[in-house]
């Protein structure tokens, strides 16, 4: 069953776009889609949908050393939501 993490993080000041596609190009990983939106100027959301818990589990170490590279860079979490999907429509 797939799995999804919902995140919101704020920024020290205005986001680049391209540093911060770059950046997800980089530090992706098989079998997660992510996604970033913007929500304002400063902050952004995040989406990854992975194929299952076992895949979100097996991904928690670099996600941990890429979150510490984040917020030592100054940009801070506000929220984290997982859970498994219950419902989905795709089109």
Same mark, same amino acid.
């Given at each position: 069953m797939k799995y999804a993490v919902n995140t919101t993080? =704020?920024?020290s000041k205005p986001i680049d776009w391209d540093w911060m596609n770059k950046f997800?190009?980089?530090s992706g990983s098989e079998g997660v889609t992510t996604y970033w939106f913007e929500i304002d =100027?400063?902050?952004h959301g995040?989406?990854?949908i992975f194929q299952s818990k076992e895949a979100f589990e097996s991904f928690k170490e670099r996600r941990d050393a890429i979150r510490k590279e984040t917020t030592d860079s100054g940009i801070v979490?506000?929220?984290e939501n997982v859970g498994y999907i219950k419902a989905?429509?795709?089109?």
């Open positions: 993080w =704020k920024h997800l190009q980089e =100027k400063v902050r995040s989406l990854a979490m506000t929220s989905e429509r795709s089109t």
